[in-house]
């Protein structure tokens, strides 16, 4: 919205301050006034248990990052540019494992790919995507395919159909335009989504923890381990700084990427992309290709859904997990009863989704440059969930008026990290819309907020609805952040699966993972239905 206001940057600014420069901040003093100083900090980076967390952190984050391009290029391909049955419904349901939380992928590869399953027993090399590097890869690629889908088909459906109509009528080959037209045109956004995936799959917890067990420890494992069970907050805080490092050159260059981006929306782009049929060898091989991964995206979720209603020992329907999460009682795994979990996800997530949306929607609708609000935006990305937890609990776990609210810390994490999406997709929306019609509300005597209000946001609406819809998924299925500022009264459902596990108790595990997975579905289907109502009305 070109006649904005600057200061609506400034919620956007001063809660990243409070909130994520103070935190680290906090963490960098840590890493260098331990009883050892600056000789404390290089020794906890050099010891051999750091060394080798970090170069198995970069080692997996690349594999895991080449694997997701390599599957969802072509996936991104196929939704663009072929038209087959159910087109349509696996877009939209590819957007399930991305919004998956990770302990939950986790525990749907751990039942369907462990040791006690049917499958494996069946086949039993599978049982290589269950555990150690292979298993930590596919499971990365699970929730990382579609992300490289989305961005690729989006890429693809921008490019000005006139050009590839041109290039047809000049006689040019299905290869040769691939080359000379479409391949460009998705390298820098497929460059901004591998940076992504890379960051992720960087800072990834859950999945490692479960899937790789010991032998497989990224640096975010050993934040935990030092701050939460060694209490050695000077060599989790080292430990931190020093991923924050190697992670801030990489944001950087994402922001830069993103920057660039958005500078190439046009408003009304994707309406018209030319999609042909898909017929003879090569519909065979987009429908096999399609299927092989609907059913790779739906079998760890099926496999949770069933696990959950089997008795462990008699292999029979059981609803006694069922009768467990209903009970009032205190849950001896968790200290509080199953139920007191779900409610908090929803709580805290809700909260926090608002928190970000308002604060994100400020933002986009400032008058700043680009480059102000992605750098504000993307900051966040450059510090891991642990790393966050860490300096929020340092700093406010004990200061007025979060001693006594210390779930806020909770509801406050997961907002720092739904801001990145949130201005992302508002960003987005809000470019698409045709300035001729900001114009013409300006003609009629609105001033900026009026145009924004009856004209930008009506238009906007489906990319708001997504932006909260994302914002939801990121608090229901935060996992380490959670795990390091919760206390037994704070449980998540993440936390409680988590526990859950511990205890070897799969089927309630399993149980709380399909709630989680159905809280999720709830909230993007009702984000959706909500934006295509204010469509309507706009």
């Known amino acids: 919205m070109e006649r904005g206001r600057g200061w609506l940057v400034l919620p956007l600014l001063l809660f990243l301050v409070a909130f994520l420069l103070f935190p680290v901040s906090r963490v960098l003093v840590d890493a260098f006034s331990g009883p050892y100083g600056v000789i404390g900090f290089i020794r906890a980076v050099t010891k051999s248990y750091s060394v080798r967390a970090f170069k198995f952190s970069l080692y997996q984050a690349l594999l895991s990052t080449a694997l997701s391009v390599a599957l969802g290029y072509p996936a991104g391909y196929i939704v663009a540019r072929y038209d087959f049955p159910g087109r349509r419904v696996f877009r939209s349901l590819s957007l399930v494992p991305f919004a998956a939380p990770s302990i939950v992928v986790a525990v749907g590869f751990s039942v369907l790919f462990g040791h006690r399953s049917p499958l494996v027993r069946l086949l039993p090399p599978l049982r290589m995507l269950g555990e150690g590097l292979t298993g930590i890869l596919a499971a990365h690629a699970f929730y990382n395919i579609p992300l490289v889908l989305h961005v690729v088909s989006s890429s693809l459906e921008r490019i000005d159909p006139e050009i590839e109509e041109a290039s047809i009528v000049l006689g040019d080959s299905s290869l040769r335009r691939f080359l000379r037209i479409e391949l460009p045109q998705t390298l820098h956004a497929l460059a901004a989504a591998s940076l992504l995936t890379f960051l992720y799959c960087f800072t990834s917890f859950a999945v490692p923890m479960v899937i790789g067990g010991m032998a497989y420890r990224t640096v975010e494992i050993e934040i935990y381990s030092n701050y939460k069970v060694y209490i050695n907050y000077q060599a989790a805080a080292s430990l931190a700084i020093a991923q924050l490092v190697t992670l801030t050159g990489v944001t950087a260059l994402y922001a830069r990427l993103a920057i660039e981006r958005g500078a190439l929306i046009e408003p009304g782009y994707g309406e018209r992309a030319l999609v042909r049929k898909a017929r003879g060898l090569v519909g065979a091989v987009v429908l096999l290709y399609v299927a092989c991964l609907a059913l790779f995206f739906a079998s760890p979720l099926l496999a949770l859904s069933a696990t959950a209603f089997t008795n462990p020992y008699t292999g029979g329907f059981s609803l006694e997990a069922v009768t467990r999460l209903v009970s009032p009682f205190p849950d001896p795994a968790l200290g509080v009863p199953l139920f007191l979990a779900i409610l908090n996800s929803l709580f805290y997530s809700t909260l926090a989704a608002l928190i ?67 201005v992302s997709v508002l960003d987005v929306g809000l470019a698409r819309v045709a300035p001729e019609l900001i114009e013409a509300a300006y003609t009629l005597g609105d001033d900026w907020l009026g145009a924004l209000i009856k004209v930008g946001l009506p238009l906007a609406s489906s990319a708001l609805a997504s932006a909260l819809a994302l914002s939801l998924s990121v608090g229901l299925g935060e996992f380490t952040a959670t795990l390091l500022l919760t206390r037994p009264e704070y449980t998540t459902m993440t936390v409680a699966v988590y526990k859950l596990l511990g205890a070897r108790r799969f089927q309630d595990a399993s149980l709380m993972s399909v709630l989680l997975m159905c809280c999720e579905a709830l909230a993007f289907l009702f984000s959706q239905r909500w934006g295509e109502r204010l469509e309507r009305r706009g």
Not at 367 to 392: C, F, I, N
Request: net charge positive; with cysteine; hydrophobic share 60%.
């Open 356 to 422: 970000a949306l308002c604060i994100s929607a400020m933002a986009v609708v400032s008058k700043v440059s680009r480059w102000v609000k992605v750098t504000l935006a993307t900051a966040p990305l450059a510090v891991s969930p642990a790393v966050l937890a860490l300096g929020l609990h340092r700093v406010y776990a004990r200061a007025w008026p979060f001693e006594n609210a210390e779930w806020f810390l909770i509801v406050t994490s997961y907002a720092v990290m739904a801001v990145p999406l949130t």
